[in-house]
């Protein structure tokens, strides 16, 4: 099969090792010539180019830009395809986006595969990157049972565990579990960075170790990526910090008032409680 992927970074790049590696033509489109170089040198694609129209002859099109480009580039880049080619996203919303392309594109399927980390650009692509992960596919009453059923086989062959829920459902899953983290991790960094007493902070830079170092990696990723997480998934990620608020407050009012069986407990649950999402 001939599939195109548009936004050659860390999901695109990966993407595109993998389906290489299943026998798959990959076609890339990266708004930079020096990515589309080195894409190919790498081996993550097999041809590469920076217009649009270079996609007009893949079957299958994985859109993996940033999550604010993503419906303008579908509607760009349809004008160039044929009505039976199938759309795909990556991105970490879907709602707005499942809402804006699904009028414009019949053969289009939301998508977002739960897989990542820090790193940027197509340097960071790596091969497996999608084993044993959870790849979400949103589709919505009118999408194509054949797009369906074709983008479940090429997510069935990166090894990756496939599941179906409303575009509504997953955003207000994710928000606890992905965009939440970002905020949690992002804020325990800037409270960090408010001690104001040189010498502490001094000493917390040299002590930080393994635990500072689990805790704050989400929240310092890529600002852009945070920024949209934000924005496009704004009204869950709110009602999840509120409710993340409200545990934090009672964690405060446990600690004053010195109910250490209480915290105890609670303790004791989320450690039981914790595997159940790993």
């Given at each position: 099969?001939?599939?195109?992927?548009?936004?050659?970074?860390?999901?695109?790049?990966?993407?595109g090792?993998d389906?290489k590696s299943?026998?798959h033509?990959?076609?890339?489109?990266?708004?930079?010539?020096s990515?589309?170089?080195?894409?190919?040198?790498?081996?993550?694609v097999d041809?590469?180019?920076t217009?649009?129209?270079f996609?007009?002859?893949?079957?299958v099109?994985?859109?993996c830009t940033?999550?604010g480009l993503?419906?303008?580039?579908?509607e760009?880049?349809?004008?160039?395809?044929?009505?039976t080619t199938?759309i795909?996203d990556?991105?970490?919303?879907?709602?707005?986006?499942?809402?804006?392309?699904?009028p414009?594109?019949?053969?289009?399927v939301?998508?977002?595969p739960m897989?990542g980390?820090?790193?940027?650009?197509?340097d960071a692509?790596?091969?497996?990157l999608f084993?044993n992960?959870?790849?979400?596919?949103t589709?919505i009453?009118n999408?194509?049972?054949?797009a369906?059923?074709?983008?479940?086989d090429i997510?069935?062959s990166?090894g990756?565990?496939?599941?179906?829920?409303?575009p509504?459902?997953?955003?207000?899953?994710?928000?606890?579990?992905?965009?939440?983290?970002?905020?949690v991790?992002?804020?325990?960094?800037?409270?960090?960075?408010s001690?104001?007493?040189?010498?502490?902070?001094?000493?917390?830079q040299?002590f930080a170790?393994?635990?500072f170092?689990?805790?704050?990696?989400v929240?310092?990723g890529?600002?852009e990526l945070?920024?949209?997480?934000?924005q496009y998934n704004r009204?869950?990620?709110i009602?999840?910090?509120?409710q993340?608020r409200?545990?934090l407050?009672?964690?405060?009012?446990?600690?004053?008032?010195?109910?250490?069986e209480?915290l105890?407990?609670?303790?004791?649950?989320?450690?039981?409680?914790?595997?159940s999402?790993?």
């Amino acid at each position: 099969m001939k599939i195109g992927i548009l936004g050659l970074g860390l999901i695109g790049g990966s993407l595109g090792f993998d389906l290489k590696s299943q026998g798959h033509y990959v076609l890339g489109v990266s708004r930079r010539k020096s990515t589309c170089q080195k894409a190919m040198e790498l081996g993550s694609v097999d041809q590469a180019a920076t217009e649009l129209s270079f996609l007009s002859t893949a079957e299958v099109v994985f859109i993996c830009t940033p999550i604010g480009l993503i419906v303008p580039q579908v509607e760009q880049l349809i004008i160039h395809l044929p009505k039976t080619t199938i759309i795909t996203d990556v991105g970490s919303v879907k709602t707005p986006i499942v809402q804006a392309i699904s009028p414009l594109w019949e053969n289009f399927v939301g998508g977002h595969p739960m897989a990542g980390n820090t790193d940027v650009g197509i340097d960071a692509a790596q091969k497996n990157l999608f084993v044993n992960r959870p790849y979400v596919i949103t589709p919505i009453e009118n999408t194509s049972t054949n797009a369906i059923t074709v983008l479940e086989d090429i997510v069935r062959s990166l090894g990756s565990m496939i599941y179906h829920c409303s575009p509504e459902k997953h955003d207000r899953a994710v928000s606890w579990i992905s965009h939440l983290p970002v905020m949690v991790s992002a804020s325990l960094v800037a409270a960090c960075l408010s001690e104001s007493d040189p010498e502490i902070f001094q000493l917390a830079q040299n002590f930080a170790s393994s635990g500072f170092k689990d805790t704050s990696r989400v929240g310092a990723g890529n600002p852009e990526l945070g920024v949209m997480m934000a924005q496009y998934n704004r009204q869950a990620l709110i009602n999840s910090l509120y409710q993340y608020r409200q545990n934090l407050n009672e964690f405060i009012d446990i600690i004053e008032q010195e109910k250490w069986e209480l915290l105890t407990e609670k303790l004791k649950l989320n450690q039981q409680n914790r595997p159940s999402f790993l």
